[in-house]
């Protein structure tokens, strides 16, 4: 099994090079997460050993079950919370995640600023765009994006990052990520946070400088308990 998942890593890091020299990319300029969502400690510890230090979670207790003992024995971890995140867990988020994808509501935004503050912890801050304006679905209105963003830096007082997006699963996802870098250039903003396993290559394309990939690294998800 870690076999596997050392080949299937080897296979995605290999397609990243090949997409970045594809679009004139700067080699190492798209980033990968490896979303370790649903997986045990047990099924990540040899994506860990194969030189992957950059992964995602989706929710704040579960990354609360796993990642400290993990973190224990791999101390160079950086992790990234791509899921939708409440305001009352937002000391968790800020206390164990390095980047946070989804503020997307002046309510986390605030929760987010006044946790930093009192943590003394700065993690990487991305503003959630739903790009396609799914109503099952977090992120903020792409007419709404650029003038968030400068509420977070105003209001706030949030440095944001960057700009994530996840496609409507029907449509083609290049328009949604060629909207997302325009916001984000109009927002003043480098990076870009799109991509999953059945598209990278195309986020890589428009830009992408973080790409969240799951199933072509670790496989089939357990179900959910």
Known sequence: MSDDVEARLAT???RIGAAEAQYGRAPGSAQLIAVSKTFDADAIRPVIAAGQRR???NRVQEAQSKWPALRAETTDIEL????PLQSNKAREAVSLFDAIHTIDRDKIAGAIADEMARLGRTPLLFVQVNTGLEPQKAGIAPREAVAFVERCRAEH??????LMCIPPANEIPGPHFALL???AAEAGLRELSMGMSSDFETAIAHGA???RVGGAIFGHRPPIA
Request: no cysteine; glycine share 18%; net charge negative.
């Open 157 to 162: 007082g949030l440095a944001i990052a960057g």
């Open 80 to 83: 990234h919370l791509i899921g």
């Open 12 to 14: 995605v890091l290999e």
């Open 55 to 57: 992964f995602g979670e």
């Open 209 to 211: 400088t973080y790409m």
């Open 181 to 183: 870098a325009k916001l």
